[in-house]
């Protein structure tokens, strides 16, 4: 078998699995105020019950609160948002108030004390059922104990169109406008219909 020559580099190991997505998580632990951290380290882990993750630099305030608490939401985020994201990202919430500062609406959850962002599109209320310490960052598993999604993007079925929110992903130290639809869950091995149907 021949081996074909590659063109690509070999490069030290590093955190290039993108794009992933950023989400604005929302905290508050008692004797603090409410707080937001704009992560894109996060990801769906379990279907049943419904999880998710999180992972957080050990020195991060939100790291500090969600610890003490054991609560978070995670709220999606949109190109409106973006600006609000980036400043929640790059500054600490020891020293400002950033639902004030970037005009954001903290709404109260039903199942946990920290509240959600009501500009975002979809925010999910969890619960952490461990952490995990592996280095520079700490990992939060969390339970989804409750979703609110915004109901302009839900049609007369009840089916959300999150296509139609302009998500935000996180590529390699840009952000990204989630783009086009190229298929659906299924679509490679779905049977093509016949002239006759």
């Known amino acids: 078998m021949e081996i074909k020559k590659t063109k690509k580099l070999d490069w030290k190991p590093g955190t290039l699995l993108n794009p992933v997505p950023v989400i604005m998580v929302s905290c508050v632990c008692e004797g603090e105020k409410p707080n937001i951290i704009t992560l894109a380290w996060a990801g769906t882990i379990n279907s049943n019950p419904p999880m998710l993750s999180i992972s957080i630099r050990k020195e991060r305030h939100s790291h500090k609160m969600i610890s003490a608490s054991g609560e ?19 500054k600490s919430g020891r020293d400002i108030d ?9 709404v109260d959850s039903l199942e946990i004390g920290a509240p959600y962002i009501m500009e975002s599109p979809v925010s999910l209320e969890c619960k952490v059922t461990q952490i995990i310490e592996l280095g520079t960052h700490d990992l939060f598993l ?18 959300l169109h999150l296509d139609k929110v302009g998500l935000v992903c996180y590529n390699h130290g840009k952000y990204q ?14 049977k093509k219909k016949s002239k006759k149907d």
């Open 177 to 190: 406008e989630v783009g086009n639809t190229l298929g659906y869950y299924g679509y490679s091995v779905r």
């Open 98 to 106: 950033k639902f004030k500062e970037m005009k954001l609406t903290p």
């Open 142 to 159: 969390a339970e989804i104990v409750s979703v609110h999604v915004d109901e302009d993007y839900v049609d007369e079925e009840g089916a």
């Open 72 to 90: 978070f939401a995670a709220n999606l985020v949109t190109k409106e948002l973006l600006w609000a994201a980036d400043y929640c990202g790059v």
